[in-house]
């Protein structure tokens, strides 16, 4: 059976994309944020993980308001990265692990989740960021990954409550399935920020630590 590892978060703001690209991880503003990964750096090269479980939200690359799955995962053999509209840099395409993911929908669907299965999927900075944030410094990915999307976009949304036992029955999948991939699972996306009008870039820190 496959062993997880361990579970990152980080965020995924398109601007950390764009700070990598440009070199920017020494200016005052950014590094505060970058110091904090090179322990990651360092946990990831010691359990050395196989497989990257990617949790995130699309944002409108392959579902838009006139489809929109709430929970939807990827059983692609790679995963080509395109940039939505930010000018983020595109990324060469992600290697999958079709076999795991195949295990993986069928022990979700049986649990009573109905994923939206895609066996072509397009990733965007949601994906991406964190992608280069945890490997990006060793030139090429060393990690096959199976991103695992969840509507934060328009309602009705899933409750917290069915987003937790989503990721229990995820667990549950990963460690029943046949492979031996160690997997690390990584979690992305925002609480309280808000991305456009007055309160841009306001963050809840209280609302979000509760």
């Not at 700070?19 to 010691?46: R, S």
């Not at 076999?99 to 989740?113: M, P």
């Not at 945890?134 to 899933?158: D, F, S």
């Amino acid at each position: 059976m496959a062993q997880i590892v361990g579970g990152i978060t980080t965020s995924h703001i398109p601007a950390i994309g764009n700070a990598i690209t440009n070199g920017l991880q020494e200016e005052p503003y950014w590094k505060p944020f970058f110091d904090g990964f090179p322990p990651v750096h360092e946990w990831l090269d010691k359990v050395q993980p196989d497989v990257a479980v990617i949790i995130y939200n699309d944002h409108g690359l392959n579902f838009f308001l006139d489809k929109m799955p709430t929970f939807a995962i990827g059983a692609a053999a790679e995963y080509p990265n395109a940039d939505e509209g930010w000018g983020l840099k595109t990324l060469p395409p992600f290697p999958g692990d079709p076999d795991l993911s195949w295990e993986i929908i069928e022990s979700l669907v049986a649990d009573g989740f109905d994923m939206t299965t895609c066996q072509e999927m397009k990733v965007d900075h949601g994906f991406s960021v964190p992608m280069s944030l945890l490997w990006g410094h060793k030139g090429k990915i060393p990690v096959r990954a199976i991103p695992v999307e969840i509507n934060t976009v328009q309602y009705p949304l899933p409750t917290p409550a069915r987003c937790y036992h989503l990721g229990k029955a995820l667990g549950k999948a990963i460690e029943a399935s046949s492979s031996d991939a160690r997997v690390v699972v990584v979690g992305t996306g925002g609480l309280s920020h808000q991305l456009d009008g007055e309160r841009a870039g306001f963050i809840n820190k209280k609302f979000d630590l509760m």
